[in-house]
């Protein structure tokens, strides 16, 4: 098992920055990839980010690329947004697989921080 807690969420004007933080603890060696979804309401929820444990490679999806950063260390992974948009309103998760970096594959969960976007 792996254990994931976020911290850092909050409330921005647009334009505004945040960074997200998720500390992992537990069998944190049997993971290959770590990541960051989203929810916002009423919606899915969906992958922002994520990087191999491994090559320490990252992908980040078209609405957050070159806005949002992923970095991680020993044992933390962290996501630096900036330019901040009220559609960027959403509960953010940590989450790491043991699988593969496939958005299906991941299957520990933090439980969610939330970031609010005002216009």
């Known amino acids: 098992q792996v254990q994931l807690v976020e911290s850092g969420g909050g409330s921005v004007q647009a334009g505004g920055s945040l960074r997200l933080s998720c500390v992992a603890s537990?069998?944190?060696?049997?993971?290959?990839?770590m990541g960051w979804f989203r929810q916002a309401p009423g919606k899915e929820r969906e992958g922002v980010a994520q990087?191999?444990?491994?090559?320490?490679s990252t992908y980040a999806v078209d609405s957050a690329k070159g806005r949002f950063t992923l970095s991680r260390d020993t044992s933390h992974v962290y996501l630096q947004m900036n330019s901040l948009e009220p559609e960027d309103t959403a509960v953010y998760f940590c989450?790491?697989?043991?699988?593969?970096?496939?958005?299906?594959?991941?299957?520990?969960w933090g439980q969610g921080t939330q970031v609010t976007v005002s216009s």
């Open positions: 537990g069998n944190t060696y049997s993971t290959v990839c």
């Open positions: 990087i191999s444990t491994g090559s320490g």
């Open positions: 989450a790491a697989s043991s699988r593969s970096c496939s958005w299906s594959d991941f299957r520990y």
